[in-house]
């Protein structure tokens, strides 16, 4: 299986798609895709979830990463599979729903808000921690988890994220963001999740760059 990093690292933005409906799923994703995103979660508690999963995933096949969000049990996991989600994305860390996934071959990123979980999901096989909530947490916070995660570790930041207010997370080391409610919401048209998305995707290169002018 391909290191979870190589989805990230052309563009490292996670659409968190909660509430979508299988109807707008197809539509929505291809504006996402046109923007850039390479990884697109739909959260279990979104309508007939399983559905857009499928779909999606039979639109994109292998060009994007399609998965679940929300995932609680690792009863749910079988279900994510056998819609075609490889992608197990959670709020929490219960190893057991980490565990889960990895057994069925599907990239896993739990949630975590302290360093005792981020080591404990590591030791049960996450391929990448989400950081959650950040507004929980700060900058300075995940600058002092990553003293200690092991090197390379992709730490995404998720809850109250614009593209504004990307800048300091990266400069403390974050790999990404995950972008829910600022970037889709139910009943948002498709042409204003594009806009936002490609939004998203120009700010993240405008960081990125004011990055290297200061290296």
């Given at each position: 299986?391909?290191?979870?990093?190589?989805?990230?690292?052309?563009?490292?933005?996670?659409?968190?798609?909660?509430?979508?409906?299988?109807?707008?799923?197809?539509d929505v994703?291809?504006?996402?895709?046109?923007?850039?995103?390479?990884?697109?979660?739909?959260?279990?508690?979104?309508?007939?979830?399983?559905?857009?999963?499928?779909?999606?995933?039979?639109?994109?096949?292998?060009?994007?990463?399609?998965?679940?969000?929300?995932?609680?049990?690792?009863?749910?996991?079988?279900?994510?599979?056998?819609?075609?989600?490889?992608?197990?994305?959670?709020?929490?860390?219960?190893?057991?729903?980490?565990?889960?996934?990895?057994?069925?071959?599907?990239y896993c990123?739990?949630?975590?808000?302290?360093?005792?979980?981020?080591?404990?999901?590591?030791?049960?096989?996450?391929?990448?921690?989400?950081?959650?909530?950040?507004?929980?947490?700060?900058?300075?916070?995940?600058?002092?988890?990553?003293?200690?995660?092991?090197?390379?570790?992709?730490?995404?930041?998720?809850?109250?994220?614009?593209?504004?207010?990307?800048?300091?997370?990266?400069?403390?080391?974050?790999?990404?963001?995950?972008?829910?409610?600022?970037?889709?919401?139910?009943?948002?048209?498709?042409?204003?999740v594009g806009?936002?998305?490609?939004?998203?995707?120009?700010?993240?290169?405008?960081?990125?760059?004011?990055?290297?002018?200061?290296?």
């Amino acid at each position: 299986m391909t290191d979870f990093k190589t989805w990230l690292d052309p563009l490292p933005l996670v659409a968190i798609l909660r509430g979508l409906s299988p109807d707008e799923a197809v539509d929505v994703g291809n504006m996402l895709a046109d923007a850039g995103f390479r990884v697109l979660e739909v959260p279990l508690n979104s309508p007939a979830p399983l559905d857009s999963i499928r779909r999606l995933a039979e639109r994109f096949g292998s060009e994007r990463l399609i998965g679940a969000g929300t995932v609680l049990d690792p009863a749910q996991v079988r279900g994510v599979a056998d819609a075609g989600g490889r992608l197990v994305v959670m709020p929490h860390a219960d190893v057991a729903v980490i565990r889960a996934a990895k057994r069925a071959g599907l990239y896993c990123v739990p949630g975590v808000a302290t360093p005792t979980e981020a080591f404990a999901a590591l030791a049960a096989g996450a391929d990448a921690l989400k950081l959650f909530p950040a507004e929980q947490a700060s900058p300075a916070v995940l600058k002092a988890w990553r003293a200690v995660l092991p090197a390379g570790t992709a730490v995404l930041p998720v809850g109250g994220i614009a593209p504004d207010t990307m800048g300091p997370w990266l400069a403390a080391g974050a790999a990404g963001f995950g972008i829910g409610s600022s970037l889709y919401a139910p009943g948002r048209a498709a042409d204003d999740v594009g806009a936002r998305a490609h939004a998203f995707a120009k700010a993240w290169r405008r960081h990125l760059d004011s990055q290297g002018s200061h290296a």
